[in-house]
């Protein structure tokens, strides 16, 4: 079951006001794309200890209603197809609409989990009112109000319910990659380089054509399943369609990989779609290497990769340690080198420290500049131990956990980076009671 949750329903029904509800006090992921009404959004949502990702589909331009009516129904398909589960957002005010029914009519054909969500109801009238719901034929019918988030706890306890655990989430002896990245950055060329030309041994693992296809490469001593996202639908939709299915496909195989290649293209730099997948990837704790492709068409000085480096890791600060490759797809320029980094990103993303190890080099650490104090309380770290989790993630046992300032979990993260390689890989830190 891939962690993805779609939010589906026509405009105005409070889609957006639910998924803000979802993604709470987080700073929601916001992908600037040309042609909708508004941003698409799409961000993380933990709950009941499962993280999973959320996508509000979001409006489209109102050319003219049949347009916006077949865009919506597009949308629907798209999301029964890349999510695990669905979330079908309707309105107590307007009553049951001609296109709540024939979304609901698509969406009871689909073996993935649909809970209906019938949105503001928020008194008695409303709650007697959303009783005419029951008829759209979804067993999973949950009334609430998403402004106030009456209702939203026990529709998310069904979701989770339905979501596959985090802790099933098992490293593979094999590393899983995922080429992501904006439309028409090279991520075919990549694909059909390692895989495709040459005498690769290549074992196409399930998939039709509308599923991620895994295929296992094994050559020159290196074995890894690439997870080809990368033009398996044509081109014959709209836009808005293109750009949604884009992002889905994007979300999907980060969810299913361990590292993933963000490819960026060298003429137009880091953009904003980048960025969004950047936070997300690096928000789901998956391995990241970064691959600047179309390199052989630029202009070249002495340091211009050093300082095209230096300007991407600006703006992906705080998190800089990373490998950024300079390859060109279509001249299979350093893809191998790119293959050997998120190899080596993977392995640093699997290692365990001995808990000695740990306290004696970060002791020490600790020991040359130690939290500042809160209040006048002395705060002090007494132990230091890796947490069996399928990411790197350490536990500092302390007197005062909630008193560290951000400043001093930087510190340690570089600490942790400085004396061990997590080159590629998000670290994470808790304070925990001592």
Known sequence: MVNIVAVVGRPNVGKSTFYNRMVGGRQAIVDDVSGVTRDRMYGTCEWNG???????TGGFVKDSDEIFEVAIRDQVKIAIEEAGVIIFLVDVTTGITDLDLQMAQMLRRTDKPVILGVNKVDNHQRMMDANEFWSLGFDETHFLAAISGSGTGDLLDVVTDKLAD???VEESDIPKFAIVGRPNVGKSSLTNALLGVERNIVTPIAGT??????????????????????????????????EFYSVMRAIRAIEESDVCFLMIDAQTGIEA?????????????????LLVNKWDLMDKETNTARDFEAELKKKMAPFVDLPVIFISALEKQRI???????????????QKIKTSVLNEVIGDAIEA????????KFIKIKYITQLPTYYPAFAFFCNYPKHIKESYRNYLENQLRKNFN????????FFRKK
């Not at 599923?211 to 996202?229: A, V, W």
């Not at 779609?273 to 290497?289: E, W």
């Not at 500049?369 to 006048?376: I, L, N, Q, V």
């Open 369 to 376: 500049y130690e939290p500042p104090s809160h209040r006048g």
């Open 209 to 242: 054509t509308r599923d991620p296809i895994h295929s296992t490469y094994s050559k020159y001593g290196k074995e890894f399943m690439l997870i080809d996202t990368a033009g398996i639908r044509k081109k014959r939709k709209v836009h808005e369609d293109l």
């Open 50 to 56: 499962k993280t999973f990702t959320v996508v509000d």
């Open 336 to 350: 191998f080198k790119a293959v050997e980094a998120g190899i080596q990103v993977h392995e640093n993303r699997n």
């Open 422 to 429: 997590f080159k590629g890989v998000p670290i994470g830190i």
């Open 273 to 289: 779609q980048d960025m969004s997948i950047f936070n997300l990837a690096k928000k789901r704790n998956k391995g990241l290497v």
């Open 166 to 168: 985090d802790a099933n």
